[in-house]
């Protein structure tokens, strides 16, 4: 009977080690979610405007106390704890020139990424502090995928990646603007 009650002690800590982690390392419970692309292309010099939308499941977010969005270098480099701030609504980070062109009291977060370069190339993060609120979609990470010019320009890039669709007008998964035709008004759907 000792020896039943080893074995199986013994099959339950296996179980734990081989099958935990993978619970674990799933989307744990958040009280933020985000509806993005989830994974998007741009070429260099272009402007990347990133639909988003948000929603919250927590009872302390509050739509008439102040709203910032953040975004999250999520990093590819693991060496770098916290995953480093890019921007804040607040106006206290800015690294990338971004700008929130959605309403965050309407629960848009569309995102504009002026002038892209290929270093941008990396995982992002969207955060809503809504003191006391503050959480994290990190289930919904944005893939950033930012490529060199090509040797006849970005139009002409967009054009073939597109297949038909007007390269300054967008198509499914790739935004292509330059820089000077970065929309700095809401897009009308």
Same mark, same amino acid.
């Given at each position: 009977m000792a020896a039943l009650s080893e074995n &199986?002690?013994?099959v339950n800590m296996l179980l734990i080690v081989f099958f935990l982690p993978g619970i674990l390392g799933g989307c744990?419970?958040?009280f933020l979610f985000a509806d993005t692309p989830g994974q998007i292309e741009a070429l260099s010099g272009s402007c990347l405007q990133i639909p988003c939308r948000y929603n919250s499941t927590d009872p302390s977010?509050? &739509?008439?106390?102040p709203i910032y969005g953040v975004w999250y270098r999520a990093t590819t480099n693991h060496n770098v704890k916290p995953c480093p701030v890019i921007f804040n609504s607040s106006g206290s980070v800015n690294t990338y020139l971004l700008e929130i062109i959605g309403n965050l009291t309407e629960k848009n977060c569309n995102t504009l990424f002026p002038d892209v370069n290929t270093s941008y190339t990396d995982r992002y993060i969207f955060r809503i502090m809504n003191w006391p609120f503050r959480a994290t979609a990190i289930c919904d990470p944005v893939?950033?995928?930012v490529?060199?010019?090509?040797?006849?320009?970005?139009?002409?890039k967009c054009a073939t990646i597109c297949r038909g669709y007007s390269p300054w007008c967008g198509c499914p998964?790739?935004?292509?603007l330059?820089?000077?035709?970065?929309?700095s008004?809401?897009?009308t759907y």
């Amino acid at each position: 009977m000792a020896a039943l009650s080893e074995n &199986v002690l013994t099959v339950n800590m296996l179980l734990i080690v081989f099958f935990l982690p993978g619970i674990l390392g799933g989307c744990p419970n958040s009280f933020l979610f985000a509806d993005t692309p989830g994974q998007i292309e741009a070429l260099s010099g272009s402007c990347l405007q990133i639909p988003c939308r948000y929603n919250s499941t927590d009872p302390s977010y509050n &739509v008439t106390r102040p709203i910032y969005g953040v975004w999250y270098r999520a990093t590819t480099n693991h060496n770098v704890k916290p995953c480093p701030v890019i921007f804040n609504s607040s106006g206290s980070v800015n690294t990338y020139l971004l700008e929130i062109i959605g309403n965050l009291t309407e629960k848009n977060c569309n995102t504009l990424f002026p002038d892209v370069n290929t270093s941008y190339t990396d995982r992002y993060i969207f955060r809503i502090m809504n003191w006391p609120f503050r959480a994290t979609a990190i289930c919904d990470p944005v893939n950033i995928t930012v490529r060199g010019h090509s040797a006849g320009g970005i139009g002409a890039k967009c054009a073939t990646i597109c297949r038909g669709y007007s390269p300054w007008c967008g198509c499914p998964g790739l935004e292509c603007l330059p820089p000077s035709l970065c929309p700095s008004f809401l897009p009308t759907y």
